[in-house]
């Protein structure tokens, strides 16, 4: 029989989280304080987050020890499985190898579980035992409240209140985890009650959000706030899911031409793709294509410029070099909620700007279509946000049915897409449609870019 | 580190079926044609179902081997994980060491597909390219779904109108690999035209759903029925389940004495418990004890009568022997949805009245607060059917703590519940109660027990 299914043992989930900080050609650009202006330290961190993940966020070192506690949560559901989607090739009638990682399997669905569990365990070692957050569509949010259920943490989420009232059920998850979600914007932060004061129906956003878990966080010694994407921390924790692919493919012996992921803060691609860019760093796979998806409504990495902004709308956070559309952009209401972000991780950004990854925009029905063609080949019905992954793939496919090149293809599969059915209907029913580029919003938002 | 987890290898498949038909300390009671009350016959299940289905329903091999194309699909979630609770032990402060066994890994995600699998194979294979089926909330509906995706077979799923209308997400995943979904009554058959004709808003029922499914199979040559529990090919199909629980156990050296697994139709947890009730027969292990739990307001096996009823509400199966409620008993509309069923696998029905099994009931809120405290203790959010094992198990390992007996307990859990949140919902908003014992409703249906 051929094989389609790889599974590494327990013991080879990674002892280290992989550190690109310390393989970088050139350094990152410096995180600036939003006041001053000038290098952030270590203490400006230390209202929001752990000492230990302040270290891991600033740190060169290559290889960071994972601590026994977090890899024993792993263990319920890494190594994942790489599959070999081999029934997805023949319906493409290509001579690509197509292999794809699934993070679909841990208890909230998706990779946002490798660094929520990671973060929970860092803040419950320094005595904390409260910690807020924000979520959009939920992904985070449900992942967070897992991984305060392992570690008896108390966790408030904020979120976004049109999602709140209208994607109920990852807030019901949250609540089986054991977490108090509330929508935003809520009377329990001054952002919020000043918000509330104006449009007692605003429907909230990601950055409102943000502002009132961090707002929360600042104010209260006995609670920290965390995030799910973007900072090199997260990025740092999800490591794990491109070394256990690089353990598989040498096993087989194979070794990937091409890599294909979604990135909306960039988390999951980048954990993905780090530890074989650093092959392409050091030179012994120089030519290996790395590309980043993300929908043509919130072009970021394709048409941003590359400078300093914000990370949340209100401009409470450090100022990092990234592209971006603007802090201010408020993206189209695509289906693909986890790539609706106006920047991206600084470490993705200084890689593009260094040419050593690319990006690719793709359209909402393109994706949809790409989903549901690979749940009929390979069964998994995938997230929105990695069918931008899975479109690309198909589209490399084709490419080399038409070329005759038998490469080998590594995508990223984020997540599974149960808990959003309605997207699926919604594109059933033909009521999906493709966003123009929002180039107007986007030119307005740039106009706000922090002068630095 | 506490071992949690423990996978097989692929090559690890069962490579048969167990049939425990031919371990059987007493035959089963025969199965009667619904007009002429004789046993029946092969060809009387031609029309509906392909030969080697009939054989392995009618066989008393011991063993039946998995064809290669089946298990080639397996593999693609299978073997399933086998974890120990470790968490939940703890939590529960029982000296009792919990196993479950977790079958919501397949793109369905419930066990369903172990059969829906091995039935589209042999379809295909006598040529039949076209499969009618019904589904209530829509496990079944949805694993077929898949199945025929895997094996290019068109399948056309009459869905209970209640639950087409108000659980639609399970309906869209069928229409994602491909299945035609359509409620139930509909003017596709007379059955459903004659319903339609005197309440046009007639809700449906699943025995509605059968005949409407089971008439259309009837009348075109090119089409097949199929059914997701109760007959013995079904149950044989899941036996998959038990044989790697089994090889899992052995291989650290441990053996249950205890089984708990939830009952609707019976399918999933006759596949954990046949291969282990084998042992019981040949009196290597005598003594385990074999707990099937089932909703009390849908007590077959703890209320029925063991005698001949019809398996679908509308009387055009043939007549098997077991515990029923009468075949028109509607059960009350608890979020179970697969446990509301007024029979029972035959299989099962004698087992429990020869004493190799036993069963118990549980009320409906008991079982949500299982499912909540399972989920905070092991990360997965589970099916509300699989609630009502978890309870029991639940149950079990507190009177372990309290008789200090460190009992070893092997859980079945049949699926995940990421497409049930609406009923963890209700549960939270405390909309969810328990129903009485429906005597009435009961005693009112067993009236119209068939004559034999």
Known sequence: MEQVKYILEEKEIPQYWYN???DLPEPMPSVLHPVTKEPIKPEDLAPLFPMELIKQEMSTERYIEIP?????????????TVFRARVLEKALKTPAKIFYKYEGSSAPGSHKANTAVAQA?????EGINRITTETGAGQWGSALAFAGACFNIEIKIYMVRISYDQKPYRRVMMQVWGADCIPSPSNHTNSGREILAKDFNCPGSLGLAISEAVEEAASRDD?????????NHVLLHQTVIGQEAKIVLEKIGEYPDILIGCVGGGSNFAGMFLPFVKDKIDGS???IQII???PSSCP?????????????????????KMFTLGHGFIPPPVHAGGLRYHGMAPIICHLLNLGLIEA??????GTFQAGVDFARSEGIISAPEANHAIRVTIDEAIKCRESGEAKTILLTLSGHGLVDMAAYQAYFDGKLHNYDYPKEKIEQALKDLPKV
């Open 20 to 22: 690109i900080l310390a």
């Open 68 to 80: 026994d506690e977090v890899r024993q949560i792993y263990r319920l559901w890494r190594p994942t």
């Open 121 to 125: 365990y860092y803040n419950k070692k």
């Open 223 to 231: 609670t920290h706030y965390s995030l799910g994407s973007v900072l």
């Open 285 to 287: 796979h120089p030519n």
């Open 292 to 294: 980043c998806t993300e």
């Open 300 to 320: 970021t990495l394709t048409k941003g410029p590359y400078c300093y902004d914000f990370g949340d709308e209100a401009g409470l956070t450090p100022l990092m």
């Open 360 to 365: 690719r925009a793709v359209h909402q029905l």
